[in-house]
């Protein structure tokens, strides 16, 4: 039955809810409390511990950039990596290097921190090539990789130097499905046949096979409602980030999607609580702040977002390395004490 309400509405059934906004058909959701956070969310944590992520971005030289990544790994993040692109977006002309390289370089460098595709942009490669890269990286790395997956960003000025179609959105997300499904494919199967609309394998071989079985984890970064589905079905790790101009609204913005990929998991029969929820920690007036990022102004102003971000279902927390050399010392008491205390704190409740 289709009900329209006029107004925002929750009716509560048993663990779910029924909401509706203004003008919108009823939809099924988790919960909500009236602390703002979902049954899904509040039990969250006790199916994930915690996880720090953060990398440089790829525009030193090579022997600035190597000592990052291994002092990374020294204050103790989980996850590392850097962006995929073909130059600097922002800044065209500045030095950039590639992204799959930089990883299986990276890989052979460090010893414990995980290695992460942070986030591998779809229209750069071929679904198999990306595959095969994923895989050699896997071994390089001795089943350290987590491959990231996403489909891009539209005002990139790398298609227009490489030659290769800017896909509009809704072509990048259609894309997107056959694309994942194809990498999962290779990586699990050693032979692999599939053909859809954009995409085809014809008895792809995949050998040596991975180390990690059946495949490296997969994170898909998604914020919109088709690509959120595309995470609740194929992702072991849903990503997103928010532009909202301050902390508090970004919270809300996670929170409500949260939701959502709470429903679309419930939708195909997946149980919520299996997929980790990853967010990267923006901050939209870092630009206007001249690099500085509001979240390394001190350890406290760091541990309060953490903990509001927990108590609306994310486990894993992805930090920009500091623009700024001023705040690299913050950066590194975060990771010494602040991230240590937050696991002790919250892991002991799994």
Known sequence: MRIRLSALMQVRLGRYSL???SGDLIE??????????????????????????????PNKPWDVLIKRFKRIEELGFDVTGTGDHFVDWS??????????????????ETTRIR??????????RNPALLARQALTVDHISNGRLELGLGTGILIDPSYEMMGIPNWGSGERVARFKEYVEIVDQLLSKEVTTYTGRYYRVDKAVMNP????????????????PTMMRHAARYADTWNSISSADNFEEQLDETRRRNQFVDKYCLNIGREPFSLRRSYMMSDAGARRRGG????????????DMVEKLIDVGITEFVLYYPYREEQIPVFERIAREAMPELKERYNAQG
Not at 29 to 38: I, R
Not at 91 to 108: I, K, Y
Not at 292 to 303: A, C, P, T
């Open 292 to 303: 500085l990022i509001n979240y390394y102004d001190s350890e406290d102003v760091f541990v």
């Open 28 to 57: 099924i959701l988790p919960f909500v409390n009236d602390d703002g956070a979902t049954c899904g969310e509040k039990n969250m944590k006790l199916n994930h511990k915690l996880r720090f992520v953060s990398g440089p971005l």
């Open 115 to 124: 290695i992460l595709s942070g986030v591998t942009q779809i229209p750069f």
């Open 209 to 224: 096979r991975p180390v990690q079985k059946p495949r490296p984890p997969i994170t898909i970064a998604a914020w919109g």
């Open 91 to 108: 800044n065209p002309q500045s030095s950039w290097f590639e992204h799959w390289t930089l990883l299986a370089a990276v890989a052979a």
């Open 19 to 21: 909401i509706a906004c």
